[in-house]
């Protein structure tokens, strides 16, 4: 009996994401082109979130590098255009926010709190202001021109790019490399006196996080069309992703994709009906949040549904 109900757990985990991923794939059929549009910047931030937590939810080691890896993403599609193929591309631009990160993982992941926070986000700054040197000092431009792919081809990427993000963290969270991140989450030292290669493993996750936010920054620049540095590497996508995988809840795989779909959508509401106060109104709105749910929505559902299942076992037993 108990194998039956296992099988039965193990389909319906498979059969889920797969009816999900078919509707999403449906979408452009029936969606408008706003809506289109919208959806796909959710999923830019869904892959900016859950990259995040893939590493930092596990170690609490708090990046605010996405935008690094991101903007590294986003200048390889700008400098190699169509010069291969739209897929190699993708590759590309992910390939070198993985070495980018295993790079600077090496250097600072022997690091620890305010320091390696202070440094992943020193990066994103000196990669703004390197390459905007760069760009004014060498090229003699500012900014470049990337061809543009229609919005449904643009949904389609970022729809792959997520499938394989979230394959990815599920089957790292459930396997000897995910409860070994959660050690090193526990105490280091600890985790590295059992046998666990500490560095090595960070270094690793690091990196593979970054690929996936440097593959979505080349599917965005297409729809951007033109970029510069302070598009790039802009500072805001270091800390909402952050913020987003917080207000959803790091114990599940599924918290950091609520809150960045949730938030996503926030965004949009503000910008449209409040131009002027948004950012003001959207900062007091995450405060409020962070303070006020410290385990995310997932955490706060989990401990209301605690309440009442802890309320109907005692309610049965008088």
Not at 267 to 296: K, N, Q, S
Request: aromatic share 14%.
């Amino acid at each position: 009996m108990n194998g039956r109900i296992t099988t039965l757990n193990r389909l319906q985990r498979g059969i889920v994401p797969l009816v999900l991923l078919a509707v999403f794939a449906l979408s452009p059929l029936v969606l408008k082109q706003y809506a289109l549009i919208l959806l796909t910047n959710t999923f830019m931030y869904i892959i900016l979130a859950v990259s995040w937590s893939m590493f930092s939810g596990p170690t609490g080691y708090i990046s605010l590098a996405p935008a690094a890896f991101f903007g590294a993403g986003v200048y390889t599609s700008a400098v190699l255009g169509f010069a291969l193929p739209f897929p190699l591309i993708v590759i590309t631009g992910g390939l070198a926010s993985f070495c980018m990160a295993f790079l600077v993982g090496a250097l600072t992941l022997r690091l620890r709190g305010i320091y390696f926070v202070m440094f992943t986000f020193g990066l994103v700054e000196l990669l703004l202001n390197f390459v905007l040197w760069w760009e004014v000092t060498v090229t003699g431009t500012t900014g470049r021109v990337v061809p543009p792919l229609g919005n449904t081809t643009v949904f389609y990427f970022m729809l792959a790019i997520l499938a394989c993000l979230l394959l990815t963290a599920f089957r790292l969270k459930h396997s000897k490399y995910g409860f070994a991140l959660q050690s090193i989450g526990q105490g280091e030292e600890a985790a590295a006196h059992t046998g666990i290669h500490v560095t090595a493993l960070k270094m690793n996750t690091f990196a593979l996080s970054a690929f996936f936010m440097g593959a979505a920054g080349v599917v965005m620049a297409t729809r951007w069309t033109y970029i510069d540095p302070r598009i790039a590497f802009n500072p805001t996508l270091s800390f909402l992703p952050v913020l987003m995988a917080i207000f959803g809840g790091l114990g599940q795989l599924y918290g950091p994709i609520i809150g960045a779909a949730i938030f996503t959508y926030l965004e949009e509401f503000l910008i449209t009906r409040f131009p002027y106060h948004y950012m003001l109104i959207f900062g007091i709105t995450m405060v409020i949040a962070i303070r006020y749910l410290p385990d995310g929505l997932v955490g706060l559902v989990q401990k209301a549904w605690k309440q009442w299942s802890r309320r109907k076992h005692g309610a049965a037993q008088g």
